[in-house]
């Protein structure tokens, strides 16, 4: 069963949104994942288990969906002056965040998700950081590169790499970035 979209911004459904995420994120932190359970959820959020069911279809999809909520961005990237200072200091930050332990189990949830929609959320909410970058850039005058092109030089090699068991360190992290730079000189 696929999750179904919010129906509305506020109201019950924002609250049974906000109530079962809370729930089991707190879940999360209390016991071992392998024990945390649709039923377990529901009773800690207050609601019954047909209604996690209902709206999330089961707990792997639910687990997804509280890992896009974790991951989408709380802030602007940092304004360290230049579009490539600025890209080295996201890009640095993304690799720390993504391969740390709650990093690595949110990319594994969205990923094991049926649907892909979480994960095409993710790529957006990367995009939309980068594209934050390129616009300051771009109104200092300065050339960055194209949006795409950040995503497969710099994005996707930092992902591969934490998905396949290697934390990129920062000069490799800078190092990319040096490069997809130098394409626009």
């Not at 999809?61 to 802030?75: F, I, K, N, S, T």
Request: aromatic content about 4%; some cysteine; glycine content about 6%.
């Amino acid at each position: 069963m696929a999750a179904k979209e919010k129906l509305r911004p506020g109201g019950r459904s924002a609250r049974v949104q906000a109530s079962v995420h809370k729930a089991t994120r707190d879940l999360l932190t209390e016991m071992n994942r392998a024990e945390v359970t649709i039923p377990l959820i529901a009773g800690k959020a207050g609601v019954t288990p047909s209604t996690i069911y209902r709206r999330w279809g089961d707990l792997q999809e639910l687990l997804a969906d509280v890992a896009v909520e974790r991951l989408r961005p709380d802030m602007q990237p940092i304004d360290a002056g230049s579009g490539k200072a600025d890209l080295e200091a996201w890009a640095e930050q993304y690799a720390e965040e993504m391969s740390s332990g709650p990093g690595r189990e949110m990319i594994r949830d969205v990923l094991a998700a049926q649907t892909g929609a979480n994960a095409c959320k993710c790529c957006e909410y990367t995009r939309q950081q980068i594209v934050v970058i390129a616009d300051r850039a771009k109104a200092r005058g300065t050339t960055f590169p194209d949006v795409d092109l950040v995503m497969d030089q710099v994005v996707a090699p930092i992902m591969y790499r934490i998905l396949f068991g290697d934390v990129p360190d920062a000069a490799r992290v800078r190092d990319l970035v040096s490069r997809v730079m130098n394409l626009t000189d």
